[in-house]
């Protein structure tokens, strides 16, 4: 039983490519589901690419895991503020709902049960490009008459021909203002921009929200993606994935064969509150946050990622929560196929957690940006109120000792700590340690 003390999760609401909703997307981790394939299944405006795309320069940039025939409208209200919502906003709304609804929380607010001063949200996001065809018509009004861009033109191309309320759609912190507008919430409201930690920092936030006594439930969660136009051409540090048959063993983290990254889309969010305050209302907890801990340090030259950061993060967090690495049960790997990267945190994980058997979402949904680790800590969540250890996705060759960390099946949990990792390769990381509840 958790202490009245304790903060815990009432409310769960995942939104990615392998299943929506809570039961929907664990039924698919534990059949071992992947959306990983071509991009021509995508189902929004999105870039596709062209018949021929296996024959063109790296192919393999035409990967992804895409939620197809998600309808925003259903989940949206009011549906008025669709016009001003990407698609990172929509997905982000519609795990809120998913969430709200789980702890009938927006219900609550909306009956005045809750004073909306004392509700708090606080997302995790990224930078917001949009497509680059909203820009369409203001770039080509921006050629001179020999056809060249003049960028001194731009602006007044820009103001006549890119809709006026073009930026509320892609600002970051517009999912948490959506959502907390929905229900009329009142209390703090505030987004943190940090790359792949950023939720697992917002977490971290959101626990600080409720111990400093400035809220008493809030709402925690965000959204990304890794394949809209911009992000297809502009991939930063993340390398490029090999084109293997069948094409989901194209993304394969913590295998010797992992060259690259697959992208993807995926929004999450969780209410958080004290245990004291759930009982009231008559929630059932799903899971305690036991800790929540960030740590940086400077990966050495050429490297991506820090173990040194993610060690010391595992260590912190397992200080906090006052557990030894025997109690973990699983670790939520942030593995992700890019060599260095997860060379990094199976390094940290020798070091400090050396038994537990690891889950890597990454190769079922993609990397989805500032969304990954939602999904991750949603993951933790429902490993403990399932009491499973769900398969490990994984796909290739384990490195040599690693072979009994990856699981093809699901396994009884039988320990009451889940271990949830997110780290960037600039070298910040991120630990959270889940409780049974």
Not at 97 to 103: I, N
Not at 158 to 178: D, E, G, Q, T
Not at 240 to 248: K, N, Q, Y
Not at 411 to 429: C, F, I, R
């Amino acid at each position: 039983m958790p202490r009245s003390s304790d903060v815990v999760v009432t409310g769960v609401g995942p939104v990615t490519a392998v299943g929506i909703g809570a039961e929907s997307y664990w039924q698919s981790l534990s059949r071992s589901l992947t959306a990983i394939g071509s991009l021509e299944r995508r189902t929004d405006d999105g870039p596709k690419p062209a018949p021929d795309w296996r024959s063109l320069p790296l192919p393999g940039a035409w990967l992804g895991a895409p939620i197809v025939d998600f309808v925003g409208e259903d989940f949206v209200r009011p549906r008025k503020a669709l016009k001003v919502m990407s698609r990172e906003l929509q997905t982000a709304f519609a795990a809120s709902s998913l969430a709200m609804d789980e702890c009938g929380l927006g219900e609550r607010v909306r009956q005045g049960d809750l004073a909306p001063d004392r509700v708090a949200t606080v997302f995790g996001s990224e930078m917001l490009y949009g497509p680059s065809s909203e820009l369409h018509d203001a770039m080509e009004k921006s050629r001179d008459e020999r056809g060249e861009y003049q960028l001194n033109r731009f602006g007044d191309a820009a103001m006549r021909n890119i809709m006026p309320l073009w930026m509320l759609k892609y600002l970051p912190n517009m999912p948490a203002c959506h959502v907390g507008i929905s229900i009329g919430a009142l209390g703090a409201n505030n987004t943190i921009l940090a790359g792949d930690v950023s939720i697992t920092s917002a977490l971290i936030e959101a626990v600080s929200v409720l111990r400093r006594g400035i809220a008493d439930v809030v709402i925690c969660g965000g959204s990304g993606t890794m394949i809209d136009s911009t992000r297809l051409v502009y991939r930063g540090d993340f390398p490029v994935p090999e084109v293997v048959d069948p094409l989901e063993n194209s993304c394969c983290p913590h295998a010797t064969e992992a060259v690259g990254v697959v992208g993807g889309e995926a929004a999450g969010a969780m209410v958080l509150e004290f245990a004291s305050a759930a009982e009231r209302r008559g929630v059932k907890p799903l899971a305690v946050i036991a800790a929540g801990v960030s740590r940086f340090f400077a990966p050495h030259s050429g490297q991506r990622g820090s173990e040194a950061a993610i060690a010391n993060a595992i260590t912190g967090a397992l200080d906090q929560a006052g557990l030894t690495p025997e109690a973990i049960g699983l670790v939520v790997s942030h593995g992700m196929g890019d060599p260095l990267r997860d060379a990094a945190e199976r390094q940290a994980l020798e070091r400090t957690v050396p038994a537990a058997p690891l889950v890597m979402p990454i190769a079922s949904i993609g990397h989805c940006g500032a969304g990954t680790a939602a999904i991750h800590l949603i993951t933790g969540v429902l490993a403990l109120t399932h009491r499973q250890v769900p398969p490990s996705q994984f796909r290739g060759t384990a490195p040599k000792g690693w072979e009994s960390r990856f699981r093809s099946t699901p396994t009884p949990l039988t320990k009451d700590a889940v271990l949830v990792l997110a780290h960037t390769s600039q070298g910040v990381a991120n630990a959270v340690v889940l409780r049974s509840a």
